[in-house]
């Protein structure tokens, strides 16, 4: 059975830099196209971005757009977000998770995914 685990996230200052990962264990994820979503506090789950399986498309949410960047090394089983220019409202917990069909189509809804990390924080603050 296909596993998500989240890595990488921290305590960062304003117009800072984090670099996540999401690895796989279980299955290739070369199948699945990724997505990673964020939780801020007090707030809904919200998607983040998304990646095809063969890593030559993806789509931002429009508050990360110039500043997070998607990728996959599919042969480390790993999605990466880039995230710079961290800002105070991009603290949270972030996931990944896996959508067997249609791309990023409907990247947006969480019933699209199938499995779900448990998530990492990233704290943004003085």
């Known amino acids: 059975q296909l596993q998500l685990v989240e890595s990488g996230g921290g305590l960062v200052q304003p117009g800072g830099s984090l670099t996540l990962s999401c690895t796989a264990s279980?299955?290739?994820?070369?199948?699945?196209?990724v997505g990673w979503f964020r939780q801020g506090p007090g707030k809904e789950r919200e998607a983040v971005s998304c990646?095809?399986?063969?890593?030559?498309?993806?789509k931002y949410e429009d508050s990360v757009k110039g500043r997070f960047t998607i990728s996959r090394d599919n042969a480390k089983n790993t999605v990466y977000l880039q995230m710079n220019s961290l800002k105070l409202e991009d603290t949270g917990i972030y996931f990944c998770a896996v959508k067997e069909k249609y791309g990023c189509a409907g990247y947006v809804f969480e019933e699209e995914y199938g499995y779900w990390g448990q998530g990492t924080q990233v704290t943004v603050s003085y």
């Open positions: 990646i095809v399986s063969a890593g030559f498309q993806w």
């Open positions: 279980g299955s290739s994820l070369s199948a699945y196209n």
